[in-house]
């Protein structure tokens, strides 16, 4: 895992990767309170390469989304590899968060996203 964010705060992006399951979630679930714990504005995960995510994980994502409404953080999952996105579409996870593609995150938040990871 690895997050990117920017100077202003407006967004940070975490990058996953391989399967999100019960056996490496509680390791995530740290980072990605630490993450939400710095109250950007934003919160973004890209899943392109999460090959699999179990129900543990789905559950721990939505406890996540309730920590951060409640500190009006907006979680977005986008980039999603199609497996992933089958599960997520099946159990409706967009009722949850804002799921984009790549081509409409990049379109809503890139010009901040780049500017962030400019050196």
Do not use: C
Not at 3 to 14: E, L, R
Not at 108 to 115: A, E, F, G, H, V
């Amino acid at each position: 895992m690895r997050a990117k964010k920017n100077n202003s705060q407006k967004i940070t992006v975490i990058v996953l990767s391989g399967s999100l399951t019960l056996a490496s979630i509680k390791q995530h679930e740290e980072k990605w309170e630490q993450e939400l714990n710095k109250l950007p504005k934003n919160l973004a995960f890209d899943f392109f390469n999460v090959t699999f995510i179990d129900s543990t994980a789905i559950g721990t994502l939505v406890k996540l989304f309730n920590e951060a409404q409640s500190r009006k953080v907006k979680i977005i999952l986008f980039n999603i590899n199609p497996l992933v996105q089958e599960m997520f579409d099946s159990i409706k996870l967009e009722k949850f968060f804002t799921i984009l593609s790549k081509k409409d995150f990049d379109a809503l938040y890139d010009k901040i996203y780049k500017r962030a990871n400019a050196v």
